[in-house]
RNA sequence: CGGGCUGUGGCGCAGCUUGGUUAGCGCGCUUGACUGGGGGUCAAGAGGUCGGGAGUUCAAAUCUCCCCAGCCCGACCA
């Protein structure tokens, strides 16, 4: 079933799907399909990233990128495959990825000795070598990072939100002190993701910490920022942790201190993914397609010619190098042999925040006519303004995307004082609730599709533990 | 793995209950004309092992049996 083909095939029908409704995700696959983001692979699972989704994916990379090298991170790569045994000495490790895993058994026409794991993340591949390279604390900290691919056999795949196979960056470090490895976790969490998620992709996150029973397998301590969808569900869009020692007594990663003596190293992991895309569609998305913010899009003007005449197509050529000279995202659409609403209805689904229209109608008045994708407002701009006025116009839009994905999650968000209470909230958004009432009722919770997204104290800080008194469990629906 | 459901041109579907002759429809695609400021109009055209196998029958997309694939809900998760 195609909705968007029924949505835009039938004016009446528009609307009939909404953010709201319990068809989200089929409104999100249809959305990424049109779009142009990806489509599903031949495996089950798998999905092959389209040109534009690619684009968008560069975006996040570079963004990102930017980040975690200021964070003092280098980059490098890690192999994709990993020996079995690696994978078992560290227990709560395994145990958690076991299931999940896709193992290789043949290799060069035999069988193996060893079957080889298909890197479900790196933590014991790279951890192998960190034991190898860290000899003493002025090693220390040791902070990499690796852009790559990972398997994951999912049982119900999502197309981007949840792959068998994704890309992701996950950053892996080793520190001489437990304090130092609990920092920088935080500032990643801080700086590189609540930092991109917020100022970029314009998505207000919750930070907080995981509970026992969400954090990741072989961690200490989970941090995760989470960000509400269109629906009201949650989305983990990104984790760091803390390992603690876990990994290092596993992997035998000494170093010796200043003070002459043998210590294990302090380490932690953080990543985010392809599911990144996947929020920008669920978070911003509407009826009509994708709406990206303009911090992030990878084209953020299209100049469209609606007709070449009386001049039009080679003055919508010159707005458009006057745009990319002032370091502008723009591309020029002349495709003139395509219907004019066809082509908007493109770059409507693909939710490029600007439009600029020039037509001869336009030129008459000495205008251009200047589209707003997020409030589909449209506006005559005198030519001699027009690159101006864009650069107003993106900086409205990235704030007026964040504002309204602020105020939704505010709106959607209730305070409740009982288990029940939590859940018939969480049918609409989130619940925060004081952790002590629920603590031990988490399973149950689950049970009711509901979970602790994550634990905050009252004034929004990150909790040292979940022991802590007065932490707020911050709950609802997840994806 | 448990519970529902679906396989018919590139995509989405009808036809099946009650077998019947050249298997239809919408979208998309190709060509041409008129158009062109939100998926425009008209005309012509290309494109199908009806998921696979076996069976019943004069005759199977349709009935029977077996197999395969996929989707949705649940358990897992960046």
């Not at 290092?248 to 043998?262: C, L, N, P, W, Y």
């Not at 990144?276 to 003007?301: E, S, Y």
């Not at 066809?342 to 000495?366: N, S, T, Y």
Request: proline content about 4%; aromatic content about 8%.
């Amino acid at each position: 079933m195609c909705v968007l083909t029924a949505v835009y095939s039938h004016p009446m029908a528009r609307n009939v799907l909404t953010p709201q409704s319990d068809d989200y995700p089929q409104w999100y696959q249809d959305v990424v399909a049109k779009a142009e983001l990806a489509e599903n692979g031949p495996v089950r699972g798998t999905m092959v990233i389209r040109p534009y989704g690619y684009a968008i994916w560069e975006r996040i990379q570079r963004e990102l990128d930017d980040r975690i090298k200021a964070a003092g991170a280098k980059n490098a790569y890690f192999p994709l495959f990993i020996p079995e045994s690696y994978l078992r000495k560290e227990a709560a490790h395994v145990e958690g990825f076991s299931p999940e895993l896709a193992v290789v058994t043949h290799g060069g026409g035999k069988e193996l000795e060893e079957p080889i794991v298909v890197r479900p993340t790196s933590e014991t591949i790279i951890n192998v070598f960190f034991a190898k390279w860290i000899q003493s604390y002025r090693d220390l900290p040791l902070l990499i990072n690796q852009w790559a691919n990972v398997v994951r056999w999912e049982l119900r795949p999502r197309i981007i939100l949840r792959t068998s196979e994704f890309l992701w960056q996950e950053g892996h470090t080793a520190h001489a002190t437990q304090a130092d490895a609990g920092g920088y976790a935080l500032r990643i969490l801080h700086e590189v993701y609540e930092d991109f998620a917020e100022r970029v992709m314009g998505m207000p996150v919750l930070v907080g910490r995981k509970t026992e029973r969400e954090r990741f397998a072989g961690a200490d301590t989970t941090y995760t920022i989470e960000g509400m969808m269109g629906d009201g569900k949650a989305l983990q869009m990104g984790t760091s942790h803390e390992l603690g020692q876990n990994f290092a007594k596993a992997f035998d990663m000494t170093f010796q201190s200043e003070k002459g003596v043998q210590e294990y190293a302090w380490q932690t992991s953080w990543g985010v993914s392809t599911r990144l895309i996947g929020a920008l569609v669920m978070g911003h998305g509407d009826d009509n397609g994708l709406r990206l913010p303009p911090n992030l899009a990878p084209i953020q003007v299209v100049v469209l010619v609606v007709r070449a005449e009386d001049g039009a197509g080679e003055r919508a050529a010159a707005i458009t190098e006057e745009l990319r000279a002032a370091g502008t995202r723009v591309e020029l659409d002349n495709r003139t042999d395509t219907n004019f609403g066809r082509r908007a209805v493109e770059w409507e689904l693909k939710g490029i925040p600007v439009r600029i229209e020039i037509g001869p109608r336009d030129l008459a008045q000495g205008n251009a006519t200047l589209v707003r994708r997020d409030t589909s407002e449209k506006e005559a701009v005198p030519i001699g303004e027009v690159a101006s006025r864009v650069q107003q116009t993106l900086v409205e839009v990235q704030l007026s995307l964040e504002t309204d994905a602020r105020q939704r999650r505010d709106a959607r968000t209730v305070e409740v004082e009982s288990a029940d209470d939590a859940v018939e909230a969480a049918r609409a958004g989130f619940a925060r609730i004081p952790w002590d009432i629920i603590r031990d009722a988490e399973v149950s919770l689950a049970e009711a599709g509901v979970t602790v997204r994550c634990l905050q104290r009252a004034d929004g800080s990150i909790p040292g533990s979940s022991t802590e008194a007065e932490l707020v469990a911050i709950v609802g629906r997840a994806y």
